[in-house]
């Protein structure tokens, strides 16, 4: 679960917070989402560190809600409790040859050079020439810049020392990157893409024919009403002249040197829509992938892609599914929306159950980045502090952890507390500094559960 207690500490001077998280280790996302050449965006754990070091948080790792506890039990137990669970399915394609081997998600690949305990079977073969991605947003852009980036400029980083092994033998010379829609309509941001523009010994190859008439729309009226709005939002606007610049100028000298002596080389194909994974001669591998060509219809938000009959097939040896996130349910007893991949709620209380919210993906859907989470988080604690000063919670003593830790110890289940998880970080800190990294990441919970003599 994640944390809210920062806020609640200020608000709520008397509130004991406890987390129950089912990976070891905490940090989630941040731990095993957030690419390893992004240290900077990692320092969000500071903040988490010093929450969980006050005397009225505690961390209980290794602990699986749903699996080793039941939520009926937790609200049993505890005033308010707060599902905080993320979205940890990846959106299907749904289309022919899927499960060959040589197609995974986006989320597994980054699961499996994060460290996820989960993904470390993977083993991605990256024998091809080129890999083709099925998504434009950040996290394919992660992947693709982690595919193309010289191994050596990972090596200091805390990427898993088996995924940095792999890379180093990749023959992964080509990525493209492919989109339903057209430039306009890319979810990436525009740091993410002037990191691709710059990748050392990498060129991006855009074909200008997708931006013609981009020009227009940029300066004036059209652009307006294309998009519904009265003014195009500036990340927007900046983020479509830097991908026009990249498509249609010709580039400065330095530039111009860079691109010409790149071994390798990503892409954005526009208006294509996934349609099969074809198999390779002998069926043990993908091929490449068959794309119906599209077009757009309709305006502004509410812009599709619609076939054109025209198909056309894109070689490759490795595909990467990444057109989003899906929540699981987590226990029968409370409410899931399958369609949406939600659990039902009103400003993060969950709906008919009073006493149990939610936040984060789970509340909302899996969009937005750390920032937007950790807001949407703040909210709904807010939510529960007003219902709480409103009498709407129970009023009585609850026996909180004491009576959660004695469930668990009646099934078998050890949990890790804060101090155990700081023993792991000294340990991989340790494991690391014979490399130059900043940690080596423990992958195997029962290793980690072993030196912590679980």
Known sequence: MEDKSERSDRQHPQAHVDIYEKQPVPFGLVRFGVAPDHPEVKNVINTFTQTAHSGRCAFWGNVEVGRDV??????????????????????????????????????????????????QELKPDLSCDTAVILGQGNVALDVARILLTPPEHLEKTDITKAALGVLRQSQVKTVWLVGRRGPLQVAFTIKELREMIQLPGTRPILDPVDFLGLQDRLKGTAWRQSTMLTE??????????????????????????????????WGLRFFRSPQQVLPSPDGRGAAGVRLAVTRLEGVGEATRAVPTGVMEDLPCGLVLSSIGYKSRPIDPSVPFDSKLGVIPNVEGRV???????????????????????????FLTG?????????????????????????????????????????????????????????????????????????
């Open 232 to 265: 195009v939002p500036r990340p927007r606007k900046r983020l479509m002249e830097l991908l026009l610049r990249t498509a249609m100028e010709k580039p400065g000298r330095e530039e111009a040197a860079h691109w010409a002596s790149a071994s390798r080389a």
């Open 382 to 454: 807010q939510t529960l502090l007003q219902d709480l000063k409103a009498g709407l919670l129970p009023s009585g003593p609850r026996p909180g952890s004491a009576a959660i830790q004695a469930l668990l110890s009646s099934r078998g289940v050890q949990p890790v507390s804060f101090s155990d998880w700081e023993k792991l970080d000294a340990e991989e800190v340790a494991r690391g500094q014979s490399t130059g990294k900043p940690r080596e990441k423990l992958v195997d919970p029962q290793e980690m559960l072993c030196l912590l003599g679980h």
């Open 70 to 119: 039941t939520v009926p039990e937790l609200r049993e137990a505890y005033h308010a409790v707060v599902l905080s669970y993320g979205a940890e399915d990846h959106r299907a394609l749904e289309i022919p040859g899927e499960e060959l081997p040589g197609v995974c998600s986006a989320r597994a690949f980054v699961g499996w050079y994060n460290g996820l305990p989960e993904n």
């Open 351 to 377: 709906t008919d159950v009073p006493g149990l919210y939610c936040s984060g993906w789970v509340k909302r859907g899996p969009t937005g980045v750390i920032a937007t989470t950790m807001t949407d988080s």
